[in-house]
């Protein structure tokens, strides 16, 4: 007997492992079991206690680690792996090999490009002033472009984009956009050089 829930209009894709515990298609608020339609590509691996509610489509080779609560309306691309503890809120786009480590949180409407990278405790944020009036009507989420790569424990403020190729040094608060190519770091975080710059990102 499996130690899991699964709810209807879920797609499973081939070979896909599903951990004790774990909940797939789990309706949102004023949302009906199989109302809305949860895709999962092949080979997926879905951690104990997991919660993927309904309305997501993942591409093949997707991963979770313990614990993980991806929301309602996210396009998540092939190859995808979502760390321990960490937090995917609604209507998120995740491309191609993207990679967020533990206890990480994307909150809505955010975007992270082809292969980036998100540290351990990395905070989005998409709120400029929480609680204020018309503030659902102005959630930015944060932009990361190709092969974003930002460090551990690093806070994004709203509606901020980090640039193709850049990586944000650990401990950053991003007040400011990034422009791809770059090495930021500190708080308020500040461009200190070229990516190209460090031998090991060379070519």
Same mark, same amino acid.
């Given at each position: 007997m499996p130690n899991y829930v699964i709810y209807d209009n879920v797609i499973l894709g081939k070979n896909v492992?599903?951990?004790?515990?774990?909940?797939?298609?789990?309706? *949102?608020?004023?949302? &009906?079991?199989?109302?809305? &339609?949860? =895709?999962?590509?092949?080979?997926?691996?879905?951690?104990?206690?997991? =919660?993927?509610y309904a309305g997501n489509t993942i591409g093949d080779g997707f991963s979770t680690g313990h614990h993980v609560v991806i929301r309602e309306n996210n396009t998540i691309g092939d190859n995808v792996s979502i760390g321990t503890l960490s937090c995917v809120e609604h209507d998120?786009?995740?491309?191609?090999?993207?990679?967020?480590?533990?206890?990480?949180?994307? *909150?809505?409407?955010s975007e992270l490009?082809?292969?980036?990278?998100?540290?351990?405790?990395? =905070?989005?944020?998409?709120?400029?002033? *929480?609680?204020?009036?018309?503030?659902?009507?102005?959630?930015?989420?944060?932009v990361l472009e190709e092969n974003a790569k930002i460090g551990a424990n690093t806070t994004l403020l709203p509606g901020i984009r980090i640039g193709k190729n850049s990586l944000v040094?650990?401990?950053?608060?991003?007040?400011?956009?990034?422009? *791809?190519?770059?090495?930021?770091?500190?708080?308020?975080?500040?461009?200190?050089k070229n990516i190209d710059e460090i031998e090991e990102y060379r070519g």
């Open positions: 492992i599903i951990g004790d515990f774990c909940v797939i298609g789990e309706p *949102p608020a004023g949302k &009906k079991s199989g109302e809305l &339609k949860t =895709v999962i590509g092949d080979n997926a691996v879905i951690r104990s206690h997991t =919660v993927i998120v786009i995740i491309n191609e090999g993207a990679r967020i480590h533990s206890q990480a949180f994307v *909150p809505e409407f490009g082809k292969n980036s990278w998100i540290g351990p405790n990395v =905070v989005i944020t998409n709120a400029r002033y *929480p609680r204020s009036k018309n503030v659902k009507r102005n959630l930015a989420g944060a040094g650990a401990g950053s608060v991003v007040t400011k956009d990034i422009p *791809p190519g770059k090495i930021a770091a500190g708080n308020p975080s500040r461009i200190l």
